[in-house]
């Protein structure tokens, strides 16, 4: 239990980490391609611009990219 502003917010029992909520969001062919392109060349300094309109799934492509990342150090 902890307190957020003037409200007392408790855990959610068996709710699952952050982690596990967002490996069930499945990559489309294009957001596979670019998570593929870049973890390919973590070891090369290439940047990157992710383009899309609001919730095309960028931050799904940066949050693989990072377990591949975490994983890999």
């Known amino acids: 239990m902890f307190n957020v502003g003037d409200n007392i917010v408790y855990p959610m029992h068996g709710a699952g980490t952050i982690h596990e909520i967002e490996k069930k969001n499945i990559l489309n062919e294009e957001q596979e391609y670019a ?9 090369s300094f290439i940047p990157y ?3 899309g309109v609001t919730g ?9 990219i990072l377990e591949h990342v975490l994983k890999e150090n």
Request: hydrophobic share 45%; net charge neutral.
């Open 35 to 43: 998570v593929n392109t870049v973890v390919s060349n973590l070891h």
């Open 49 to 51: 611009l992710l383009f």
């Open 56 to 64: 095309s799934g960028k931050t799904e492509v940066y949050m693989h």
